[in-house]
């Protein structure tokens, strides 16, 4: 049996409740679902859905409306109620067949409302469209937890920088146990991973890192899953994903020599620098945008580690953490991650403008990326919320500064980027947070942090805004709307801008998207 298909076996089928009073119903929901791969667990009641639901998972729940004791709207808004079922899907099945029936159904938070009798093809795509989005929300979900994890692991690393001598192999087997899959169904993660430090190491470097049985395991390589193919020169890197079907010479070459070895590779990513080569092997599903930027930064968090253990210098060691801990803040955000790079080089082209000596300039360009951070404390809800927020919402919204300031800690090194992440939200006239600060009491790399996150904010899309031209939000910068108003931002900085506009329209071209 080839592995993919042990998978298959071994995956959790989707468990659908199906709640109808009516046994012949019942019956004819098995017989279209469960051919399909789906678990069917029958309940007659309302009362004995709710039991079923607190004693297994299940994945979607097919209700009807018309039920014995309490009705399926009832049963809807108590399912609806509680926080940890709050995502299940549920599609309400009903003989009832008016307007105002549908719109009760959708209002207690039925996810669908199908009219009795049922059109089975459009029930089934129903199921699969809603199951599926269940999937990848938890599949993104976890990534998320994860990805939180190795920040604070990154995180903890900075704070113990510079201390005394750093053990490399410990701080890497730690994020290896996050990233590698423990058991077989934990499908969004690889069940291998191999590792090697190419430039210095020869065939008997490589490691091969998985669990079995459970139980991390690390055993040497006797070959070198590089051989036959050319490094990256020092200073470059690459990463891609590894697929049985590829063409290309690279991925062609990496398969081979697995291959010659009997190790089976259906997918994975590989990341290769001068220094350092990672894949992860085996996942047990698609490769998505999710786990490349999980594999990143893990990627990232090697360098880090690695440039620690005192191979490299200090200042290097702090950029590649600056950069993991940016990559985590961008998963946790919809825009893609292009925001906060652009923030950095706004501040760079204001603060060459300012007269700001060299050092500054390539400083802030750096740092300005970690001014959202805080972000990955604040609940997803309330990031994607496109409504306004609640005066409750705000306050926990507003907190994202005080939280950068505390993740990014007070290293001397980093103390741009702290000040930023603390004051990015402060206005030159006072009304900003989370102190309200005013004029000169705001440090000065705040103030142009603040004035480049304001541009990029107010050009990019987001959910609920469009996209705006350099022409108007520079208009808006400099005459204010019912937002924004110039007397925000601190007037060297805004007449810096006035003289360099063009630039800021380069960039964000040159980085959209
Ligand atoms: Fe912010
Ligand atoms: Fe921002």
Not at 75 to 85: G, L, N, P, T
Not at 205 to 232: C, I, T
Not at 386 to 412: D, F, M, S, V, Y
Request: glycine share 8%; hydrophobic share 40%.
């Amino acid at each position: 049996m080839k592995q993919s298909d042990q998978q298959t076996v071994l995956m959790r089928q989707p468990q659908i409740l199906c709640v109808d009073s009516d046994a012949a119903d019942l019956a004819l929901l098995e017989a279209v679902f469960a051919p399909r791969g789906y678990g069917i667990i029958q309940s007659a009641t309302g009362k004995q859905a709710l039991e079923i639901l607190t004693r297994q998972p299940i994945d979607l729940i097919l209700l009807d409306t018309v039920l014995p004791g309490i009705d399926g709207f009832t049963v809807c808004a108590r399912i609806r109620a509680v926080e940890r079922f709050r995502e299940i899907p549920i599609i309400m099945m009903s003989a009832l067949r008016s307007r105002e029936d549908l719109l009760r159904g959708l209002e207690t938070g039925a996810d669908h409302y199908l009219f009795k009798p049922l059109d089975h093809d459009e029930m089934i795509a129903h199921v699969k469209l809603l199951i599926g989005r269940k999937k990848r929300r938890e599949t993104f979900d976890d990534i998320c937890r994860d990805m939180n994890i190795l920040t604070l692991l990154g995180q903890e690393t900075l704070g113990a920088a510079g201390s005394s001598r750093f053990d490399f192999q410990l701080h890497f087997e730690k994020i290896l146990r996050l990233l590698l899959r423990k058991t077989s169904d934990i499908l969004e993660k690889p069940r291998t991973v191999i590792a090697g430090l190419p430039a210095e190491s020869e065939a008997g470097q490589w490691h091969h890192y998985e669990y079995a049985f459970q139980e991390f395991s690390r055993v040497k390589l006797a070959y070198n899953p590089l051989a036959g193919f050319v490094l990256p020169e020092q200073g470059r890197q690459k990463i891609f994903v590894l697929h049985e079907t590829a063409t290309d010479s690279e991925t062609k070459t990496i398969l081979q020599n697995f291959r010659a070895r009997n190790v089976p590779v259906e997918n994975g990513i590989c990341y290769l620098s001068h220094d350092l080569c990672l894949m992860a092997l085996n996942y047990g599903q698609d490769i998505g945008a999710g786990h490349l930027n999980f594999f990143r930064q893990l990627t990232l968090l090697s360098h880090l580690f690695h440039a620690l253990s005192g191979k490299q210098d200090a200042a290097k060691a702090f950029d590649y953490g600056i950069y993991a801990l940016a990559r985590a803040a961008e998963a946790a955000d919809d825009d893609g991650g292009s925001h906060i790079h652009r923030v950095g080089e706004y501040c760079g082209i204001i603060a060459e403008r300012l007269g700001m000596k060299e050092e500054f300039i390539q400083t802030i360009s750096l740092q300005a990326i970690l001014h959202d951070i805080g972000k990955l404390y604040t609940p997803r809800e309330i990031l994607r919320k496109t409504e306004p927020l609640t005066a409750q919402e705000n306050i926990e919204a507003r907190k994202h500064t005080l939280w950068g300031a505390k993740i990014i800690g007070g290293h001397a090194y980093l103390r741009i980027a702290q000040m930023i992440a603390l004051n990015h939200h402060e206005r030159w006239d006072g009304t900003g947070y989370p102190r309200g600060l005013k004029g000169d009491a705001i440090p000065v790399e705040a103030r142009i942090a603040a004035f480049a996150d304001q541009y990029d904010t107010l050009r990019m899309a987001r959910p609920g805004k469009p996209q705006i031209d350099h022409a108007t939000v520079t208009k808006i910068l400099n005459q204010g709307d019912d937002r924004v108003k110039p007397q925000h931002f601190d007037p060297l900085v805004l007449k810096a801008f006035r003289e360099t506009a063009f630039l800021f329209e380069e960039v964000y071209q040159r980085r959209k998207g």
